[in-house]
């Protein structure tokens, strides 16, 4: 494994969840326009100028597998990928195929559907696993015996600045009945494997809802979908999606790992001033405060 970018003190990672694309044409339920979601937070990306060290795209990628689905979504995020220098990784979630996924986005023409889609890279000090949590015609998650030894073997040696693990499915319960019926099916098998290892945070989609919790200490964080979002608090017996899409900022910090959710959904501004006034003014307070 070599190093993709060197340790200059710096890290930021984007996590990009649930996008559910579709062939051109075509939109999810009928109504939500995945793909403009997507070009609209790549387009905010390069506008706002900041360093990306990482593109992670937490599984359910593509809304029913299709081939040309993964082709749009690789030819929207490889030219920004190169010209923020950011590394692109992709997991698995249920909505994907295999053997599309393989084929159109990592060069694998590989058609075993018992294969798990599995990879690590160290970018910037940071080592990024990706777990494939899918299993082929089912929406619960798993993580299979062998794909636990792979991880154990992994995480046996520490990576400079720690490890953040990336799968679709979360291994934390939901408030939502209904997402909580398809999480990880075997967290138990999964802490065991982090345990004691230099795992500092575990990234995860699948629910639409943003959330947060910890599997054996280690933070979890449920990233906001690029898709829609699934209402946490619906009327009485009902389950709902509504508009709106986002998307995970994490920064190594002084502090350490930080996970901030990003609203992209179009919205009316209440302020926009010049970063320095604002810290001009922050500083004008505690010069008064003493």
Same mark, same amino acid.
């Given at each position: ?5 060197? @340790? ?19 939109s999810v339920h009928g109504s939500v326009d995945t793909f403009a979601n ?14 990306? +060290? ?18 749009? %979504? ?8 190169? *010209? ?12 994907? &195929? ?20 599995? *990879? ?22 798993? @993580? =299979? ?18 490890? @953040? ?22 967290? &138990?098998?999964?802490?065991?494997? @982090?345990?004691? *290892? &230099? !795992? ?11 959330? #947060? ?17 699934? &209402? ?20 190594? %910090? ?7 959710? !990003?609203?992209?959904?179009? #919205?009316?501004? !209440?302020?926009? =001033? *010049?970063?320095?006034?604002?810290? #001009?003014?922050?500083? +004008? ?6």
């Amino acid at each position: 494994m070599t190093e993709e970018r060197p @340790i200059d003190g710096h890290f930021t990672l984007v996590q990009l969840t649930d996008t559910h694309l579709r062939a051109e044409g075509e939109s999810v339920h009928g109504s939500v326009d995945t793909f403009a979601n997507l070009t609209s937070v790549l387009d905010l990306l390069v506008a706002s100028g900041q360093r990306v +060290d990482a593109l992670v795209f937490s599984g359910d990628l593509a809304d029913d597998g299709d081939p040309a689905a993964y082709r749009r %979504l690789r030819d929207a995020v490889e030219p920004v990928a190169e *010209s923020l220098g950011a590394a692109t990784m992709y997991a698995m979630g249920n909505h994907d &195929d295999r053997a599309a996924f393989g084929r159109e986005l990592l060069a694998d023409g590989g058609s075993d559907s018992d294969r798990t889609f599995d *990879s690590v890279r160290l970018v910037s000090g940071v080592r990024i696993v990706v777990l494939d949590s899918s299993t082929p015609g089912r929406h619960d998650g798993r @993580i =299979e015996t062998p794909q636990l030894r792979w991880l154990a073997e992994v995480l046996a040696t520490p990576s400079p600045r720690g490890t @953040i693990l990336v799968l679709h499915h979360p291994p934390i319960s939901s408030p939502v009945t209904t997402v909580d019926y398809l999480r990880l099916q075997n967290p &138990d098998d999964l802490e065991r494997a @982090i345990s004691g *290892s &230099d !795992v500092q945070m575990v990234l995860c989609g699948h629910a639409h809802h943003t959330g #947060a919790g910890s599997i054996g200490g280690v933070p979890v964080w449920v990233g906001p979908a690029m898709s829609y979002r699934v &209402d946490p608090a619906p009327p009485l017996g009902r389950h709902r999606g509504l508009a709106g899409f986002g998307f995970t900022r994490i920064d190594l %910090l002084e502090s350490g790992f930080t996970a901030t959710a !990003v609203e992209a959904t179009p #919205a009316a501004v !209440v302020y926009d =001033e *010049s970063r320095q006034s604002v810290l #001009a003014k922050l500083a +004008d307070l505690s010069r008064r405060a003493g």
